[in-house]
């Protein structure tokens, strides 16, 4: 096999082109960040979603320590909800790995939904830290690596801004008001992925998780969330992937038709089947368990399944959702080893 | 005394009403259950968990999706408001007390609170932590209440690693204590590496597997007694 000499950032962007490229790719739109790359900058988790230089260095160490394909920033799902005015909790006093999250919605009730988008969104909450972040990511491994970032989808967004119990008994008993939601929250997600096109990223996930068939029927997605998935995605001019983890065999095709370039569903969905559904020019990312096989896993586990994601017939090797920050360091390398190995 | 075919017909109206999420139509005919007197236990059973039985088929059968179970749990939680004072006597064999919540991380509750409602059908006694609670509480709440089983539920793979220090903690404290642990996430795996006693994808598997374990510690004890004396 001749030595590779495509940058991953080249190989990446040829396959959102849909060019020939030399090898399956190896990456994630979502958080990648390990503890073996906090460890050596001496960064705790809880502090480095408040600080755009820390992010954009914990960020870089995956790609620089282990070749994984891509630099991403964020690594939490609030980033859009606190500028629309939600309090988050970073779990400051821990020193374990906890995820951001709401500590105080904006909606209360079903008549505070009448919400509009704040006067100068762009520059509230963390959205210019994020661009600098992505400036700084850039700066450091851009040359090399793509860097992405994400945003939710309109529906998981609206769960972060309120009580997603509420939100769901209403998408059946009243849509059309949370359609007017939706439609509000889709133009905030357009201002926010406007920005980070702005700043350089190469590729932006839309992750609507929310709205898996394990949560919303397939009729519901249709109906209710891809009109206005179609909205962000036809606003959008760079590199786009929708990402929906959970049961997604029955919802693939409406993924395709929100206009997205690429797909990314987890391990529960049969690519074998999407990739029939979806014909061999679509993008399609997955699909391998981020915890139990890359985390839990063994390394010939590890190893197998990527084997098992190419015959598949995946686009790229993309995990179904962030990756576990205590990763085993062997395990990262065993993934990428048999990915370089198996995947030409 | 109420006619058996009367006992059906508001049995059938119980569970419909379940089934079909409608709210009115469960309290009127919890009332009536009782205004002609029924036990209300038999109403609860026989009726209100019945229909519960038929919706967990519907959404296994995805018929009903997470928002129509939600709807007909709000159904079950309006008649059983009604027939629960005028229980007398539960009897399914076991009675327990349980310590639940959503681990620290974790502000999804919609799992747990669909588990703690078969516990509240159930007659268990239930301490509800609510969500995002931190690790140590669980430990404190399950010495304070005494309670005989916690379950610790996790909603996304980003939340589900905490439940792992929980066991540790909770172990630590009481060796005895049963517990399980649920959510989209948890797999048979996982419960077994980190010693969880049981593990639950959903509320119906929740509740079979709760009365399994205080079952098994209830037996454990009365054995531990026998030999005292």
Request: proline share 4%; charged share 30%.
């Given at each position: ?5 495509m940058t ?6 040829k396959?959102?082109?849909g060019?020939e ?5 190896c990456?994630s ?6 503890a073996?790359?906090m460890?050596?900058?001496g ?16 960020a ?8 994984f394909?891509?630099g ?13 005015g ?8 821990s020193e374990d ?9 904006v909606?209360h009730?079903?008549?505070?939904m ?6 100068d969104f762009?520059?509230l909450g ?13 700066e ?9 970032s994400y945003?939710?989808g309109?529906f998981?967004?609206a769960?972060q801004?309120?009580?997603?119990n509420?939100?769901l008994?209403?998408s059946?008993?009243?849509?059309d008001?949370?359609g ?31 709205a ?7 009729r519901?997605?249709?109906?209710l ?5 179609k909205?962000i ?17 029955d ?17 529960k ?6 990739r029939?559904?979806?014909?061999n020019?679509?993008?399609?990312f997955?699909?391998y368990d ?10 010939e586990?590890?190893?197998s ?11 790229a090797i ?6 576990w ?10 993934m990428?080893?048999e990915?370089?190995?198996y995947?030409? | ?9 508001i049995l059938?109206?119980l569970?419909?009403?379940v ?11 919890a009332?009536?259950?009782l ?6 236990n038999?109403?609860i ?8 039985e ?15 179970l ?5 159904a ?6 009604i ?6 006597q539960?009897?399914?064999g ?8 959503t681990?620290?991380g ?21 301490y ?6 931190p ?6 709440e399950?010495?304070k209440?005494?309670?005989d089983l916690v ?6 793979t ?5 439940m ?9 404290k ?7 642990i ?7 795996e996982?419960?077994d590496?980190?010693?969880?006693d ?13 009365i399994?374990?205080?079952s ?5 004890r ?8």
């Amino acid at each position: 096999m001749p030595v590779s000499t495509m940058t991953p950032r080249e190989r990446i962007l040829k396959l959102f082109n849909g060019e020939e490229i030399d090898r399956v790719p190896c990456f994630s739109g979502m958080g990648n960040v390990t503890a073996e790359g906090m460890k050596d900058l001496g960064y705790k988790f809880a502090a480095i979603h408040l600080d755009a230089k820390m992010m954009a260095e914990s960020a870089a160490t995956t790609y620089k320590y282990f070749g994984f394909e891509c630099g991403v920033v964020p690594f939490d799902l609030c980033v859009e909800a606190e500028a629309l005015g939600c309090q988050i909790n970073v779990y400051a006093h821990s020193e374990d790995i906890l995820y951001p999250t709401i500590k105080e919605k904006v909606i209360h009730n079903e008549d505070e939904m009448d919400i509009s988008i704040p006067a100068d969104f762009n520059k509230l909450g963390r959205i210019p830290l994020m661009k600098e972040a992505i400036r700084l990511l850039k700066e450091n491994i851009g040359n090399e690596a793509p860097v992405g970032s994400y945003v939710l989808g309109p529906f998981t967004l609206a769960g972060q801004i309120m009580e997603l119990n509420d939100l769901l008994k209403l998408s059946f008993k009243k849509p059309d008001k949370v359609g007017k939601l939706l439609d509000v929250l889709a133009d905030a997600i357009v201002i926010v992925a406007r920005e980070y096109e702005d700043a350089g990223v190469d590729y932006i996930t839309v992750r609507e998780m929310g709205a898996t068939s394990d949560v919303l029927s397939p009729r519901v997605f249709k109906n209710l969330i891809l009109p206005y998935l179609k909205k962000i995605f036809s606003e959008l001019k760079g590199n786009t992937v929708i990402h929906i983890c959970g049961k997604t065999n029955d919802i693939v095709p409406f993924m395709m038709e929100s206009g997205a370039r690429a797909i990314s569903v987890d391990q529960k969905n049969d690519i074998v089947e999407t990739r029939k559904k979806l014909g061999n020019d679509a993008l399609i990312f997955g699909n391998y368990d981020p915890y139990n096989v890359l985390v839990a896993g063994d390394e010939e586990t590890v190893r197998s399944t990527m084997r098992k994601c190419i015959d598949d017939g995946v686009s790229a090797i993309w995990p179904g959702c962030d990756i576990w920050p205590t990763v085993p360091p062997e395990n990262m390398r065993a993934m990428m080893d048999e990915i370089k190995n198996y995947g030409g | 005394m109420v006619t058996e075919e009367k006992k059906q017909e508001i049995l059938e109206k119980l569970k419909n009403c379940v089934i079909e999420y409608d709210e009115d139509g469960v309290k009127e005919a919890a009332q009536e259950a009782l205004d002609v007197g029924m036990d209300a236990n038999e109403a609860i059973f026989d009726g209100l968990v019945s229909g519960m039985e038929e919706v967990g088929r519907l959404f296994e059968a995805q018929e009903y999706f997470v928002p129509e179970l939600l709807m007909c749990a709000d159904a079950l939680y309006a008649g059983l408001d009604i027939l629960k004072p005028h229980v007398k006597q539960m009897d399914l064999g076991v009675k327990g007390s349980v310590v639940i919540g959503t681990v620290e991380g974790d502000v999804h509750d919609i799992g747990k609170n669909i588990v703690k409602m078969m516990f509240d059908v159930a007659g268990f006694n239930v301490y509800d932590l609510g969500r995002d609670v931190p690790l140590d509480k669980f430990v404190e709440e399950q010495i304070k209440t005494d309670s005989d089983l916690v379950c610790l539920s996790a909603m996304m793979t980003t939340t589900m690693v905490g439940m792992q220090k929980v066991i540790e903690k909770l172990r630590e404290k009481n060796p005895d204590v049963k517990i399980m642990i649920g959510g989209a996430p948890v797999s048979k795996e996982v419960a077994d590496k980190w010693g969880a006693d049981g593990y639950a994808p959903d509320a119906n598997n929740a509740l079979q597997e709760a009365i399994n374990m205080v079952s098994a510690l209830k037996k454990m004890r009365d054995e531990a007694e026998a030999k005292k004396r």
